[in-house]
């Protein structure tokens, strides 16, 4: 299918998120579907990462974009430092394979701070600190 210019820079603007059932239970098609989203500019992440620590190997084999580390690890985190390691990790792996990391869920600014700082590079909310708003 031919794209006009104007309809591929729209595209390229998409971003789509699948969730992390699908580096389990459907890896295969989760790979053709990147990969043909990537033809068309468009990225392509995975949501609700890391509540299945099984999935973590299946990402060297996908053409993806980022991740969203599920809320359950980002609530708090600058109070857990079990939760901190576990994303330094995440982070580790997300470097090598260049891709981005978004925290689910973010609530406060402290919690964002020490995402920041473990090298996540985006957020979903709601902050509800004012500094944050």
């Known amino acids: 299918m031919l794209l006009s210019q104007q309809e591929s820079a729209s595209l390229q603007r998409l971003w789509l998120e699948v969730n992390e059932h699908a580096l389990i239970d459907d890896v295969e ?22 509540r299945q620590i099984g999935s973590m190997s299946k990402l060297y084999d996908l053409p993806l974009d980022y991740l969203k580390i599920d809320s359950t ?18 982070v580790g792996i997300a470097r090598n394979l260049d891709l981005m990391l978004i925290a689910e869920m973010v609530r406060t600014d402290a919690e964002w701070q020490q995402l920041e700082q473990l090298g996540l590079t985006g957020a979903t909310g709601p902050i509800t600190d004012s500094k944050a708003n």
């Open 73 to 90: 690890f980002v609530h708090e985190i600058n109070q857990h430092s079990g939760n901190q390691q576990l994303v330094k990790a995440v």
């Open 29 to 50: 098609s989760l790979a053709t579907f990147a990969a043909e989203m990537h033809r068309h500019g468009i990225k392509v992440g995975i949501e609700h990462f890391y």
